[in-house]
């Protein structure tokens, strides 16, 4: 009977996942008790268990039905012999033929000459089988001749000594058949009420309701990592938020600060304007004195001139 060894797999991600979960887990509180301080795995416990139960049922079971092996073993055996015994017996009735045939030959009997069909009805006669009328009427005609003849004799001879080797290969030939059908329905019970069937089920039973439960621990662990996963993933939004919106305010800190300057730079732009326009204007009165100098330079001058006619 074979025992079904069943593997449970769950998929790598899934496995890493609770791996880490129970890393993460023991890293913030471990259990020491001598030297048990590795990682508790309750998923690969609860498989070992299931296996182990499993197990014990399936040994139990096969012990009790090695009995019945052991019975069917020694009928197989039984039936060796007797197929050893039937090779000889065969061997023998053919050898007895060959010399019947041999004799038969050598007198110069065919067979439907009336010396061999008379060998028929006394072969019958010796294996006491039921006569007709008028094999009876015949065999008196045969012992009122004188009997059986000289070929006829030293044929029944030979007929005598293979019936004994046709019996035991015939007795032989049926104690196998009755040992063939004793294992046959021996192995026929057994696939009907067969214990290590019923074994083999509870313990797929077992292995699938293991499997089961196992299904649900993965599902929680892989649920408690989801959940942890979402949690981390919220506080680094949240942070990120933060930070991005540090980030707004300082960028908005500095267009207010860029405002400022920009309209500092426009204010002394409109100053530089007013004093590049009063500078223009100095420029346009000095021009102007400098003008009015000039022209009374040259008054001078002519006033000078017409003094000086004037004296001459």
């Known amino acids: 009977m074979k025992v079904q060894n069943k593997a449970i797999f769950m998929g790598e991600s899934i496995q890493s996942q609770r791996h880490a979960a129970n890393e993460k887990k023991s890293s913030r509180s471990n259990i020491f008790a001598g030297d048990l301080n590795q990682t508790f795995d309750p998923i690969a416990q609860k498989k070992q268990q299931a296996q182990k139960k ?3 049922i399936v ?17 197989r055996n039984k039936i060796k012999e007797l197929e050893s015994a039937m090779k000889e017996s065969g061997s023998h ?7 019947r045939a041999a004799l038969k030959e050598t007198y110069g009997f065919t067979e439907d000459s009336q ?9 019958k006669q010796a294996d006491n089988k039921p006569l007709t009328k008028e094999e009876q009427e015949r065999l008196a005609q045969i012992k009122e001749a ?16 293979a019936s004994t080797y046709k019996e035991e290969y015939e007795k032989a030939k049926k104690e196998i058949y009755q040992e063939s059908s004793a294992i046959m329905s021996a192995k026929l019970e057994r696939l009907k009420h067969d214990p290590m069937v019923k074994a083999s089920k509870s313990a797929d039973e077992i292995m699938e309701a293991a499997r089961q439960e196992i299904i649900g621990m993965l599902y929680d662990d892989a649920k408690d990592h989801i959940d942890e996963e979402m949690e981390e993933k919220k506080e680094a939004a949240d942070k990120k938020a933060e930070k991005e919106e540090e980030e707004e305010e300082k960028i908005e800190k500095r267009k207010e600060e860029k405002e400022e300057k920009e309209e500092f730079i426009e204010e002394i732009s409109e100053d530089m304007t007013t004093i590049l326009d009063a500078d223009n204007l100095m420029d346009d009165v000095q021009r102007e004195i400098k003008k009015i100098m000039d022209e009374m330079k040259l008054l001078d001058e002519d006033m000078k001139g017409a003094a000086v006619d004037t004296a001459g």
């Open 54 to 56: 499993a197990m014990k």
């Open 59 to 75: 040994t139990d079971t096969w012990a009790g039905d090695r009995k019945l092996d052991e019975s069917l073993d020694e009928r």
């Open 93 to 99: 009735l053919k050898r007895i033929n060959e010399e």
């Open 115 to 123: 010396e061999e069909q008379d060998l028929r009805l006394l072969e």
């Open 146 to 161: 004188g009997g059986p003849t000289e070929y006829q004799e030293h044929s029944l001879e030979l007929y005598k000594a």
